[in-house]
């Protein structure tokens, strides 16, 4: 997500609608072998530092399947999540994670399971005991109104926005953690899993989703679209849009497809930005993480009448009124395009372990945004700038990888902060400083390609760091990292915080 470009509507709309996160479980220890094999309860939650009760243990998601179906008048929808999962533990219960929403049923592998909740929890008895290691399908349907985005401050919401409706239009916002107010789901970036969601909307309007659109069926009054994204797809980067937009395609470098979803009306008006923009941006990142590096086949753009920038997998939300000609001129939109497609590398497909490894996610965003946006000197006084203001920042939040949950006045926006954005474009500079631009090139690309599609934190990167430079710069990186105090900048011993 981008820092500044939440557009009024929604921001209200989530300082209102935010309350801080409830329903915190620990995880219980790993089991050991032979424990494994006894049927136990999987652990509500990963043990996330900042979001314990997000994610959940003893089982790995192979794939996610979401069919959503919407009322007539979009009121109303039915989720039906259908998760396929393999056992890594003997289990007598389970949990994914849900809230809001009624409940219709829930099945293991086609027979009916028993199911409770619990805070933000949904345990499922299935009706017979897995086994460690054996492959299971849970299925969830569930039933709830559409948020109305003129209403959304009236909810009592513990967790981001999830689905909600703005006139004709429906879209959904769940960084970092509104996908289990839509559906039944592992909710935690370290679950992602390869998707395939379906949308069925009435015929008058379109829908778009993450991945590739594989089939569409009409059927009267109501026409369902099946997308699939082959590459894992974590539940926080979830794109669901129905409105009245149109698609349109483009051919982008080496292949690569683009789509744009662009209201009907301002099409025409919006594409040239686009196509001046995008292609360009995906030539600039892959000039700095190898050439053919981009993780994604199809890339796209989602604009909504609602606001926000939102890095949705493959399918970037971006508010209508960022992409005209004007905004472009005038608000730096192209750097916000650019921000948004650096996280295809960082954040989705190399997604963090925990929420507090965010910093990899948008401390990339924004390192690239600066060097896609300045020229050398330009980029120096922007991140002089950022220094001045670190000390102050780092005293309110916390250090850059491990922020402190009471800093955030919302406490389901953490890690959402200065830190995050900022200290992490600031430790990612330092680096750079430190080892050379060479090596420190050598570092990003090595860091994309051997965690494409994958999942990884801070101990991997520091790990990595020392691999490719062959030297131990562990030491430096927590002392940026882990620090209510920002280090001297390498290279610049006259910068003061
Ligand atoms: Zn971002």
């Known amino acids: 997500m981008s820092r500044n470009t939440s557009t009024p509507k929604i921001a209200a709309a989530l300082a209102a609608t935010l309350f801080g996160l409830t329903a915190c479980t620990t995880a219980e220890a790993t089991p050991t072998p032979r424990a494994a094999d006894t049927p ?50 003997a289990l007598s219960r389970f949990n994914l994670d849900l809230t809001g929403t009624t409940v219709r049923e829930v099945t293991v592998n086609g027979r009916k399971a028993r199911w409770s909740r619990s805070g933000e929890e949904l345990r499922v008895t299935p009706a017979a005991v897995l086994r460690r290691g054996q492959r299971f399908t849970v299925r969830v349907r569930v039933q709830a109104p559409v948020l109305d985005a003129q209403h959304v401050s009236k909810l ?13 239009w429906i879209q959904d916002l769940n960084q970092p953690s509104g996908a289990h107010r839509i559906a039944a789901l592992a909710d935690h970036p370290a679950q992602k899993a390869p998707a395939t969601i379906s949308i069925t909307a009435p015929s008058r309007l379109n829908s778009v989703a993450n991945g590739e659109l594989t089939a569409t069926r009409r059927d009267g009054a109501y026409t369902t679209r099946r997308f699939e994204s082959r590459q894992k797809l974590a539940t926080e980067l979830l794109q669901i849009g129905v409105g009245p937009f149109t698609v349109v395609h483009r051919n982008g470098p080496h292949g ?85 497609i650096s996280h295809e590398y960082f954040g989705n497909s190399v997604s963090p372990r925990r929420w507090s490894d965010a910093w990899l996610n948008e401390g990339h965003a924004v390192y690239y945004e600066r060097l896609w946006g300045h020229d050398a000197t330009n980029l120096e006084d922007s991140v002089r700038e950022s220094y001045r203001a670190a000390n102050a920042q780092l005293r309110k939040e916390g250090p850059i990888a491990a922020p402190r949950l009471s800093a955030f006045k919302h406490r389901a926006m953490a890690p959402y902060g200065w830190t995050t954005y900022e200290g ?3 430790t990612l500079y330092a680096l750079r400083q430190k080892v050379g631009e060479a090596d420190f090139q050598r570092i990003e690309r090595a860091w994309v390609r051997e965690h494409r599609d994958g999942v990884a934190g801070t101990a991997d990167f520091i790990r990595l760091v020392g691999r490719v430079t062959g030297r131990d710069l562990g030491p430096f990186l927590r002392s940026w990292l882990y620090a209510e105090k920002v280090p001297a900048m390498p290279g610049h011993a006259d910068w003061r915080s």
């Open 424 to 426: 992490g474009a600031l």
């Open 40 to 89: 136990r309860p999987g652990a509500a939650g990963l043990g996330d530092r900042l979001h314990p009760g997000l994610g959940n243990g003893g089982y790995d998601v192979r794939h996610y399947g979401l069919d959503l179906r919407f009322a007539n008048d979009l009121k109303h929808y039915t989720a039906t999540s259908t998760v396929r999962a393999h056992a890594s533990q």
């Open 256 to 340: 690569i497809k683009l789509r744009y979803a662009l209201p009907k009306d301002q099409a025409r008006a919006i594409e040239p930005q686009l196509d001046r923009t995008v292609p360009k941006a995906i030539r600039f990142l892959e000039g700095h993480l190898g050439t053919g590096s981009f993780p994604l086949r199809t890339y796209g753009v989602y604009a909504t009448p609602v606001g926000g920038s939102l890095e949705t997998q493959s399918l970037a939300t971006l508010a209508i009124d960022e992409l005209t000609p004007e905004a472009f001129a005038n608000n730096g939109t192209d750097a916000i395009v650019e921000h948004e």
């Open 156 to 168: 009592d919401a513990g967790g981001a926005v999830g689905l909600f409706r703005y006139g004709s």
